[in-house]
T-cell receptor, first 114, second 114 residues
Framework: GENVEQHPSTLSVQEGDSAVIKCTYS??????FPWYKQELGKRPQLIID?????GEKKDQRIAVTLNKTAKHFSLHITETQPEDSAVYFC?????????????FGQGTELSVKP | DAMVIQNPRYQVTQFGKPVTLSCSQT?????MYWYQQKSSQAPKLLFH???????NEADTPDNFQSRRPNTSFCFLDIRSPGLGDAAMYLC?????????????FGPGTRLLVL
């Protein structure tokens, strides 16, 4: 089955710097890759997602890149702000006919220092 | 955000005393999920319903059961809670399975077992 590895487990940056979180997956049939942000005590919230027919997607300060050949995808946050501090989870989903469900990475705790 | 609702937000139960957590949704989504999330860990899928079809994860303990009496509601029953079951329980919904549709999380119920 699918396995998702996420790195780093913790990341500390200065306000205004960029942050990059990387994930690798094992199942080449996976075709959907969301990123969730979870603030302390709150629900995971979808911040961006990408499908396998796209190599890059951007939404304001957040971008995700996907390399299907290498089976890895990354979250890029530019001009980080203190409110970006949270735990970020990547996930991968095999195709629908393989019982599609989200397989989560282990999470990255991002700390943005003012 | 209020479209996936979980009650109660905090639940305290005694060791071995059955407890039921509830989730409701106004999105008319076909799929409802229950996740368990312990501190500093990724959400762990317990089971999901696609309409009335129940799908149990292989490693979900028998102590955990679920009911979905109609499209809008889904319940998580813990028959005999142990100390290790203390966690945040997250309900999520999606119009279809991941890979096809986005998954949205409710605010969660934090369960404390005394």
């Amino acid at each position: 089955g699918e396995n998702v590895e996420q790195h780093p487990s913790t990341l500390s940056v200065q306000e205004g710097d960029s942050a990059v979180i990387k994930c690798t997956y094992s199942d080449s049939a996976s075709n959907y890759f969301p990123w969730y942000k979870q603030e302390l005590g709150k629900r995971p919230q979808l911040i961006i997602d990408i499908r396998s027919n796209v190599g890059e997607k951007k939404d304001q300060r957040i971008a995700v890149t996907l390399n299907k050949t290498a089976k890895h995808f990354s979250l890029h946050i530019t001009e980080t702000q203190p409110e970006d501090s949270a735990v970020y989870f990547c996930a991968a989903s095999p195709s629908y006919n393989q019982g599609g469900k989200l397989i989560f990475g282990q999470g990255t705790e991002l700390s943005v220092k003012p | 955000d209020a479209m996936v609702i979980q009650n109660p937000r905090y639940q305290v139960t005694q060791f071995g005393k059955p407890v039921t957590l509830s989730c409701s949704q106004t999105l008319n989504h076909n799929v409802m999920y229950w996740y368990q999330q312990k501190s500093s860990q990724a959400p762990k899928l317990l089971f999901h319903y696609y309409d009335k079809d129940f799908n149990n994860e292989a490693d979900t303990p028998d102590n955990f059961q679920s009911r979905r009496p109609n499209t809008s509601f889904c319940f998580l029953d813990i028959r005999s809670p142990g100390l290790g079951d203390a966690a945040m329980y997250l309900c999520a919904t999606s119009r279809d399975l991941p890979g096809l549709e986005t998954q949205y999380f409710g605010p969660g119920t934090r369960l404390l077992v005394l």
